[in-house]
């Protein structure tokens, strides 16, 4: 997916990557998605006060790219809160995501060069295929891109049945770049070069949760949430650790570490 030439190519030896299923969502979680998005809003309200202290922001950029068939009007609600913590917050602003067409990688490879150079490194979080494609803008910009959170974002696919989104994505395919030019599986490439947290949640409905982790490392880490796939940029412990992310110094990462009093809203890891 590589439009435009990588900032620097990094040299860096692969790891092993966790082993990933290949089978679909339960049948179950995938057809509750609806009721369980609608919760997740409600658990938002619930809980803004709660929210209120969540760590504070130091002003860096941070663009946040929605997911597969959603735009800018998905995000509103997470973009709120990041900037209500002090983000300089900026949509994708590229319309639709209808998966990787020219408008779309171009448009993202020149949305992190422009805010990067007016601001500074860019945080990037992205839901779903809004991950995957905030995954290659880290690739791509290593110097431009501070790190990288993903929500649901199956970017270690190993099989289409992993997610049920192919056929919207398959339908869209006619508009795509040519496939020579989408990036070669998670598996055969090395650790993305910027620090990287991967949430997901075994309840996701869309995709399959295993495709949405790696191998934990020095700087990339996968932390599991109890949620809907549709409701990621809703629910109170997602948005807990974006912040918590997002707030750590330049220069600096740690893996993330549930809050005393919060251990009930975070499943034990996989």
């Not at 030896?13 to 995938?30: D, G, I, Q, T």
């Not at 295929?129 to 791509?140: N, V």
């Not at 049920?164 to 070069?193: G, N, Q, V, W, Y």
Request: charged share 20%; proline share 12%; hydrophobic share 40%.
């Amino acid at each position: 997916m590589s439009a435009v030439p990588p900032d620097e190519v990094f040299d860096v030896p692969p790891v092993p990557l966790h082993v990933v299923r290949s089978s679909a969502p339960s049948l179950f979680w995938y057809l509750t998605e609806p009721t369980r998005c609608a919760l997740d809003v409600g658990e938002f309200v619930a809980t803004r006060s709660m929210l209120r202290g969540a760590p504070a922001g130091d002003g860096h950029p941070v663009l946040v790219f929605p997911g597969l068939g959603a735009a800018d009007s998905s995000t509103v609600m997470l973009r709120r809160f990041l900037s209500g913590l002090g983000y300089r917050v900026n949509p994708w602003g590229l319309g639709r995501n209808i998966g990787p067409t020219r408008r779309a990688v171009d448009g993202m490879h020149a949305l992190v060069k422009k805010v990067s150079s007016e601001h500074g490194p860019v945080s990037i979080v992205g839901w779903s295929l809004g991950g995957i494609f905030a995954r290659e803008m880290g690739r791509d910009h290593p110097h431009r891109v501070r790190q990288v959170i993903t929500m649901g974002s199956p970017y270690n696919m190993s099989d289409p049945v992993q997610s049920r989104a192919m056929p919207a994505f398959s339908l869209f395919s006619r508009l795509h770049i040519p496939k020579d030019e989408f990036p070669p599986p998670e598996s055969t490439r090395p650790p993305i070069p910027v620090p990287a947290t991967s949430i997901y949640s075994r309840t996701d409905g869309i995709v399959s949760w295993e495709s949405c982790v790696e191998e934990p490392g020095p700087r990339r880490e996968n932390v599991q949430v109890a949620s809907s796939h549709l409701g990621y940029g809703f629910n109170a412990s997602v948005l807990w650790v974006v912040a918590d992310r997002l707030a750590q110094p330049e220069g600096t990462w740690t893996p993330f570490a549930v809050p005393p009093g919060m251990a009930r809203m975070y499943p034990r890891a996989a």
